[in-house]
């Protein structure tokens, strides 16, 4: 099971759209975290501090802190084991990956073979969990997969763009009577789903992206269809590990 957590906690509905911004040793003061009424404005992780002040002058700046990001990870890891006695962070390759910047892991990850039972399904265990997470003041989601790849592209690719889009609709933290948001549609990453996500769920370069785009590559099921010696030969061994 992949736990992703958008930006840090719930924030009051009064603080005006904030962000965590970090200092990047090439590239300058960049975004590293933004709550859902920053993204309503267009403003992501990545971006730079002065592109994100343009859309927004009245942005709330803070410094990110991550050795405090991931203590407070490993506290929730260690209560997760409530639900799996195998908890991990998400594995970070580098700072940008699958078109996505990450700055520090921003995910749990729990091994749940076979415990699905123990919570009525595999359904009714990812609604506890979530459950759980939304106690905590937490937006998350989730997603169960056959590997840790799987219920990873599955839940950053599959799940997470429209559940920021159904935050920037409520524009209110998800400690209230509406609950955690959860998709149904993110509760199995068969294949057949999967199939359908772009190739950055396989947490490739960009560069990589960018070569599989020009071949008119852009989805997984897409990528299937082409020969793994020519892929291999093209595009280098580690999409193929992929």
């Not at 996500?197 to 989805?219: F, K, M």
Request: proline share 8%; aromatic share 6%; glycine share 8%.
């Amino acid at each position: 099971m992949h736990l992703e957590n958008d930006a840090s906690s719930a924030s009051p509905v009064d603080i005006p759209p904030f962000v965590l911004q970090l200092r990047d040793p090439r590239r300058g003061l960049r975004v590293a975290a933004v709550d859902a009424a920053a993204r309503a404005y267009g403003i992501s992780p990545g971006m730079s501090i002065s592109e994100a002040t343009a859309l927004l002058p009245t942005l709330h700046i803070d410094p990110f802190d991550p050795q405090e990001d991931r203590v407070q990870l490993l506290e929730l890891a260690q209560e997760a084991w409530q639900f799996s006695p195998l908890v991990g962070l998400e594995p970070i390759d580098a700072p940008e990956i699958a078109g996505r910047y990450l700055a520090e892991p921003q995910a749990l990850v729990l091994d749940a073979t076979g415990l699905d039972a123990f919570f009525g399904g595999p359904s009714a265990m990812v609604q506890a969990v979530l459950a759980w997470l939304n106690q905590h003041g937490y937006f998350a989601v989730a997603a169960l997969g056959p590997t840790l790849g799987a219920a990873w592209a599955k839940a950053n690719y599959g799940l997470r763009g429209e559940a920021i889009k159904q935050l920037q609709v409520r524009r209110s933290p998800p400690l209230s009577a509406e609950g955690p948001i959860v998709l149904s549609a993110g509760l199995d990453a068969s294949s057949c789903h999967l199939e359908m996500l772009p190739v950055e769920a396989l947490r490739i370069d960009s560069t990589t992206a960018a070569s599989l785009h020009r071949l008119g590559i852009r989805r997984l099921e897409q990528l299937r269809m082409l020969p793994r010696s020519g892929i291999a030969s093209r595009l280098g061994s580690t999409l193929l590990d992929r």
